[in-house]
């Protein structure tokens, strides 16, 4: 919007040049006009509205100094004088300045006035002598109200909810983040300055503030950190889906690489460490800003204005590997327009993009759009999430939960309050998919030590891994998120340990957003210790391996490939239903198609051996349908260290 504001106003002030005159013949009022100018350009606004007043005082009909006015209340928002400033133009000749009703629609489109804008803009494009660049912006503009027409009379659900004083305060409130299970909410603030800092143009700050889901309701925000929160400004920030650490934007540091960077924290026992520079190749000169880490913390996603981009500012992304950030890769066409993508939010199903965007079709202003990744990793047309969602004003820093059916954002629809933060139930068409989670902590089966741990959750429809972290070093707790489209195994190793094995089966479960509490034990590897395989699979009455089995069985190889001393015996075990031979045979069976499976992609077949037992060691009762799934297993024995 300045790009073309600065463009009219230059082509405004090239036609004055040439034409070494001015519509009016007053001294006086080319005098003030001419002040005023300089005020303008040193960005002392109301001097110059003040000189412009005194210009057109002596001289009403001064369509330069109307023309300098309408730019002036542009640059200050000030909409309806800009719009009336353009008609007192229209009515003193309105073929003075041939981009008057492009300027006069540009301005009706900026607060909704789409039916009258579209008018005038028609009108503009009958303009013979006009700038083919400007054309471009106005057809583009008119397309625009065509759009927004359209999606106004086809309004999404839409209910916001204030979250109330313990989380809004008497400043703007804006940026929320969210931890996975809903109960951490972390919010930007614009504060005063306290008053040793405030400067010549700037006397506020932004800080984090924190509040906290208890007994279904929120707690009085308070400060997020002292180590954290500075004098200056620290915002948008993004939290991990454990709330462990976090990302945020900071700018005009000491150890900044340019305008703005991205920093991290760790929350260390309830403690936030110190924020550190998260450095090349993430940031840059330029600016980076707003991140939004995965639910995973493998990607980071930002947006900047750094070069190979496709606009003013972008979406980039960045992976974790080998202990540091990758170089950015622009998200591409897709996503990313000729003006500003910003605002990105991973949701925790790391598949569904939300941002904001001034390029793509929208209502005025920043829209906000969703986009899903597809199987190929390409990111989907944007869609735009529609009206009243969408407005002519700016709508950006959306962010949603876990579930799938809330988002939160921030609005100053209220103007008494400024800006704050609202919640409202997410229309079906623009849901993500809905995420659970599993989280606990890895122990020492013996000692009770708490233990850092890798974990592993898998797609086991195609053996792919998911999602990759540790467990804390300290409190050996963890948190891993489950999208429910899909079935997953979730596998936890640690050197001089037999590793655990977990299956959630959750597509198609229309049950599954109960968070699962496990806390894991893992097994010295000792002689007699085992595993109960839960990733592998048979048809039911059958002993024929199904493919999800596959991961599982590689991960007993790698066991043993590790720990070339031990062997170990593959045990098959079934519940009740059927006659003791029957059990006794499909047991025997199963063990052997593991057995084979493992010999024959391995050179293990000296270090296994198989046996069935089929009901006669039950792990729980067979009188429920819960009972015998777990009785129907799958064990790993280690029989010789």
Same mark, same amino acid.
């Given at each position: ?30 005098? #003030? @006009? ?11 606004? %109301? ?25 002036? +209340? ?10 009336? !400033? ?12 041939? @981009?008057? #009703? +492009? ?10 006035? @789409? ?35 359209? =999606? ?28 996975? %299970?809903?109960?951490? &909410?972390?919010? *930007? ?21 924190? /509040? ?8 009085k925000a308070t400060k997020l950190s002292s180590i954290i929160n500075t004098p200056f400004n620290e915002g948008a920030l993004s939290i991990s889906s454990d709330g462990s +650490? ?53 990607? &980071? ?74 199987? !190929? ?39 008494? !309050?400024?800006? %704050?933060? +609202? ?33 592993e959750l898998i797609d086991i429809e195609t053996n792919k891994i998911i999602t990759k972290k540790t467990s804390d070093k300290t409190s050996g707790k963890y948190l891993v998120?489950?999208? !429910? ?12 340990? &037999? ?54 069985? /590689?991960?007993?190889?790698? &066991?043993?490939?590790?720990?070339? %001393? ?10 009740? *239903? ?9 047991? =025997? ?7 084979? #499976? ?11 051996? @198989?046996?069935? #037992? ?28």
């Amino acid at each position: 919007m300045l790009k073309n504001l600065l463009l009219i106003l230059l082509i405004f002030l090239t036609l004055i040049i040439k034409a070494q005159d001015f519509s009016t013949k007053s001294k006086k009022a080319i005098k #003030y @006009y001419k002040s005023a100018i300089f005020h303008f350009d040193n960005n002392k606004t %109301d001097i110059a509205v003040k000189e412009l007043k005194r210009a057109i005082k002596k001289d009403n009909n001064f369509i330069e100094a109307y023309l300098l006015m309408g730019d002036i +209340y542009k640059v200050r928002k000030e909409n309806q004088k800009e719009i009336n !400033t353009y008609f007192k133009i229209i009515e003193i000749d309105e073929n003075f300045f041939p @981009y008057i #009703y +492009y300027n006069l629609a540009s301005s009706e489109l900026r607060i909704g006035e @789409y039916e009258i804008a579209k008018s005038h803009f028609i009108k503009f494009l009958k303009e013979k002598k006009v700038r083919k660049d400007i054309i471009n912006i106005a057809e583009q503009k008119l397309k625009q109200c065509d759009f927004a027409i359209e =999606q106004i009379k086809n309004p999404v659900k839409f209910n916001p909810i204030n979250l109330g004083p313990n989380v809004n305060s008497i400043y703007d409130d804006y940026w929320p983040a969210l931890t996975v %299970d809903g109960k951490t &909410l972390i919010t *930007t603030v614009m504060l005063p300055k306290e008053e040793a800092y405030i400067s010549l143009h700037d006397s506020t700050q932004e800080d984090f503030y924190v /509040s906290y889901l208890k007994n279904k309701n929120w707690t009085k925000a308070t400060k997020l950190s002292s180590i954290i929160n500075t004098p200056f400004n620290e915002g948008a920030l993004s939290i991990s889906s454990d709330g462990s +650490y976090c990302f945020f934007t900071a700018c005009g540091r000491s150890n900044g690489y340019g305008l703005c960077d991205i920093y991290m924290a760790k929350n260390e026992n309830g403690k936030w460490t110190r924020p550190v520079n998260i450095g090349r190749p993430v940031n840059s000169k330029y600016s980076e800003k707003q991140p939004s880490i995965s639910s995973d913390g493998k990607t &980071l996603y930002f947006s900047s204005n750094r070069p190979g981009g496709k606009g003013n500012m972008d979406l980039w992304v960045s992976t974790y590997e080998n202990s540091r950030w990758s170089e950015p890769q622009n998200l591409g066409d897709s996503i990313n327009t000729f003006n500003s993508e910003i605002s990105p939010f991973i949701h925790h199903d790391n598949q569904t993009l939300y941002f904001a965007s001034n390029g793509h079709m929208g209502m005025g202003g920043y829209d906000m759009f969703v986009s899903r990744k597809d199987s !190929t990793e390409k990111w989907s047309r944007p869609e735009n999430l529609g009206y009243p969602i969408n407005t002519f004003g700016e709508e950006f820093g959306m962010i949603i939960n876990s579930e799938g059916n809330k988002a939160f954002f921030s609005s100053d629809r209220e103007k008494v !309050t400024g800006r %704050d933060i +609202y919640e409202f139930a997410l229309p079906e068409k623009i849901k993500p998919i809905s995420v659970n989670y599993v989280n606990g902590f890895v122990y020492d089966s013996k000692t009770n030590i708490k233990l850092e741990a890798e974990i592993e959750l898998i797609d086991i429809e195609t053996n792919k891994i998911i999602t990759k972290k540790t467990s804390d070093k300290t409190s050996g707790k963890y948190l891993v998120c489950l999208p !429910t489209n899909k079935n997953y195994a979730l596998e936890v190793n640690k050197k001089g340990y &037999l590793f655990f094995s977990e299956n959630f089966s959750l597509k198609d479960n229309n049950n599954s957003l109960n968070p699962y509490l496990i806390n894991i034990p893992l097994h010295p590897i000792n002689i007699g210790e085992k595993i109960i395989l839960k990733n592998i699979f048979f048809s039911t009455n059958s002993y024929e391996l199904k493919k999800e089995s596959f991961f599982e069985l /590689s991960k007993i190889i790698q &066991l043993m490939n590790n720990n070339p %001393d031990i062997k170990a015996e593959i045990a098959g075990h079934t519940d009740s *239903t059927g006659t003791k031979e029957y059990n006794i045979k499909l047991s =025997q069976n199963r063990a052997k198609s593991v057995y084979n #499976y493992l010999i024959k992609n391995s050179d293990l077949k000296s270090r296994l051996t @198989y046996k069935g #037992y089929g009901s006669s060691m039950p792990i729980a009762t067979n009188n429920t349908i819960l009972g015998r799934s777990k009785n129907r297993r799958t064990e790993f024995i280690i029989i010789t260290k």
